[in-house]
DNA sequence: TTGTAGGCGTTATCAA
DNA sequence: TTGATAACGCCTACAA
């Protein structure tokens, strides 16, 4: 056993086969609920399996199959993402739903430095795996490269910038950011401005062209301003910006919560009161959101499914199937608060 | 292989013996660092791992001597703590982090519900994990319990209510609080209050015990109000509460920062100008710390290093060396940020 | 110090 | 439909 206190030992295939007084051959068809059994053996070792308290050896079988039913779940830049993004637990939690009923372990691995990375590039071609999960790669990402390479099943959450041949989920930023600037028009607002970001990023540039698809004829360049980065102070900076080019501006899309959270301090310092005077609505439905003063109008991603989806998508290949190989887009819903 | 996609087989001891020219059982011994082995045959054989590329095969070995070689990191409450706390996180790193250097995978199981815990006790039984690091037990807790039940080397993070004869570690509440009130008070506040939570749990009660010693003969009973609730909430209200009770107050230690961000939203709608009129202090350094406006000055938690000694304290058990069969307490340290 | 060989618990092939 | 029997890759006495 693992440990000086002696656990008792497992019981294992043999000792049901004696129970039930069947062969071990047959034990192991009923465990994976093969053909060729007949009802009364089934039930037999069912009972057996019960009386003795087997539980199938993993190790075992792992060895013997060449599998490893495990399933990789990739996360980057745990510091910023990880422990603070809601969506990434959300989709942990999904990925674990789909993945354990299969019989499947997720493992999380996370890469917290370089020396993090080399270490999972060689655990990934070790075959402790079977397939993996990769969340927010990023351009040049190594581990992305490892896999494309390695040909291991895999799955992105998240476009991922520069890799082809790998089934992706993501959200429709688009349609997202069309939808929640148009609830916000909805209120009656008449200067309606933007705080984009990351427009080097499908994110970025979709959540823009969703906001000007709203407008219309109504979309005024003037009221864009943008940023590189999904930040606090991205917000902070661009509200000011925002208001000294338009001080009779009243609604404000914000291309992330963190930005819409710094947007509001702006607002805050300007003297302007949200909703009253200004109406802002943010996106992804993070931490943030409920943590701002008004709470804030926002778009959700729906994370658990991107979740389910990509350890679905994994599963599949696992199984041989043909799985696409572009990208599969969510739609987001809108979840309407107080700041607008 | 695992997929359909054809990948080369993997090299085995059988092959490095062959390339090097020795026997399995002197591969195996240079792999597991083993005595008795000739710095000829050492170099010979890691030259022919480099070679052939190999990698261990861990099924084999787990089947062979019987363990797993993986820890789990059991988390509850998925949706209040795993997904918005960065202590989780910092935890899980910290753990990861140990525990990979000895060579251990670590396993997150997350329980969202009485069918996750169920599963999970099942899981524990069968033998996939060697040891268990449990965070945020509660009283009564069924995980917890299945543990002791089953003599599987444990430590949790965060003192349990009420399990005996497995090590915790925890941090060191009264220090904490203690400290961060005395800053206050070294800031020339004369008015000092506390919104109090969690008294029926060992943090709560201790975090109050610190700020009583910290005043000593100023403390005013008066000026603590308490709730059951570690948030935002519990801040809003309590802060309402200490106003109408003191309209004087100048400085307030909130037990949580969850509770310093709705004292803080208090004090606004009061008018009052932080830190200016009234110092604000918190306790955690979780993510709402530098969410608020102005950041809050707070007692952080290392979290790294109660998820590294946690680890070690399972893999001391594991290699069959006593260990304390009580708690250890972490200090703390003091942020100061904009609040106070 | 090195080599040999048995067996860990499964699954899968082949006969029966 | 069932039973016997090889592996899977590794570790570890024990023998040399």
């Given at each position: 056993?693992?440990?000086?206190?002696?656990?008792?030992?497992?019981?294992?295939?043999?000792?049901?086969?004696?129970?039930?007084?069947?062969?071990?051959?047959?034990?192991?068809?009923?465990?994976?609920?093969?053909?060729?059994?007949?009802?009364?053996?089934?039930?037999?070792?069912?009972?057996?399996?019960?009386?003795?308290?087997?539980?199938?050896?993993?190790?075992?079988?792992?060895?013997?199959?060449?599998?490893?039913?495990?399933?990789?779940?990739?996360?980057?830049?745990?510091?910023?993402?990880?422990?603070?993004?809601?969506?990434?637990?959300?989709?942990?939690?999904?990925?674990?739903?789909?993945?354990?009923?299969?019989?499947?372990?997720?493992?999380?691995?996370?890469?917290?430095?370089?020396?993090?990375?080399?270490?999972?590039a060689?655990?990934?071609s070790?075959?402790?795996?079977?397939?993996?999960?990769?969340?927010?790669?990023?351009?040049?990402?190594?581990?992305?490269h490892a896999v494309v390479k390695l040909g291991i099943?895999?799955?992105?959450?998240?476009?991922?910038?520069?890799?082809?041949?790998?089934?992706?989920?993501?959200?429709?930023?688009?349609?997202?950011?069309?939808?929640?600037?148009?609830?916000?028009?909805?209120?009656?607002?008449?200067?309606?401005?933007?705080?984009?970001?990351?427009?080097?990023?499908?994110?970025?540039?979709?959540?823009?062209?969703?906001?000007?698809?709203?407008?219309?004829?109504?979309?005024?360049?003037?009221?864009?301003?943008?940023?590189?980065?999904?930040?606090?102070?991205?917000?902070?900076?661009?509200?000011?910006?925002?208001?000294?080019?338009?001080?009779?501006?009243?609604?404000?899309?914000?291309?992330?919560?963190?930005?819409?959270?710094?947007?509001?301090?702006?607002?805050?310092?300007?003297?302007?009161?949200?909703?009253?005077?200004?109406?802002?609505?943010?996106?992804?439905?993070?931490?943030?959101?409920?943590?701002?003063?008004?709470?804030?109008?926002?778009?959700?991603?729906?994370?658990?499914?991107?979740?389910?989806?990509?350890?679905?998508?994994?599963?599949?290949?696992?199984?041989?199937?043909?799985?696409?190989?572009?990208?599969?887009?969510?739609?987001?819903?809108?979840?309407?608060?107080?700041?607008?």
């Open positions: 056993m693992a440990t000086g206190a002696a656990r008792p030992r497992r019981a294992t295939i043999h000792d049901v086969a004696a129970e039930a007084g069947l062969s071990r051959g047959t034990v192991s068809r009923v465990i994976n609920a093969e053909r060729y059994v007949s009802d009364e053996a089934r039930v037999a070792v069912e009972a057996a399996i019960a009386r003795v308290g087997y539980v199938r050896n993993t190790a075992a079988r792992n060895l013997k199959t060449q599998q490893s039913h495990a399933i990789g779940l990739i996360v980057h830049e745990p510091h910023s993402l990880f422990l603070e993004d809601p969506v990434i637990g959300a989709i942990l939690l999904g990925t674990n739903a789909i993945l354990s009923e299969a019989d499947y372990q997720l493992v999380s691995l996370v890469i917290d430095s370089d020396r993090d990375s080399d270490r999972v060689e655990y990934l070790g075959g402790f795996v079977d397939g993996v999960i990769i969340i927010s790669a990023r351009s040049g990402d190594p581990i992305a099943p895999a799955a992105f959450v998240g476009h991922p910038p520069d890799i082809e041949g790998i089934p992706f989920i993501g959200i429709d930023n688009f349609a997202g950011a069309k939808a929640i600037t148009e609830r916000l028009l909805a209120t009656g607002r008449r200067r309606v401005g933007m705080i984009a970001s990351a427009l080097d990023r499908d994110s970025g540039q979709d959540r823009l062209a969703g906001f000007r698809a709203a407008l219309g004829d109504a979309f005024d360049p003037n009221l864009v301003v943008d940023y590189p980065l999904y930040s606090h102070g991205t917000g902070l900076s661009g509200m000011r910006q925002l208001l000294s080019r338009a001080p009779d501006i009243d609604g404000v899309f914000a291309a992330s919560d963190s930005i819409a959270a710094g947007a509001l301090d702006g607002l805050r310092e300007a003297g302007r009161r949200v909703p009253d005077d200004v109406g802002i609505v943010g996106f992804d439905d993070s931490a943030w959101a409920l943590r701002c003063q008004p709470t804030l109008s926002t778009v959700r991603q729906p994370a658990d499914a991107l979740g389910r989806l990509a350890a679905e998508r994994v599963l599949s290949q696992l199984r041989g199937e043909q799985v696409p190989k572009f990208g599969t887009l969510l739609p987001t819903s809108i979840v309407w608060r107080d700041s607008a």
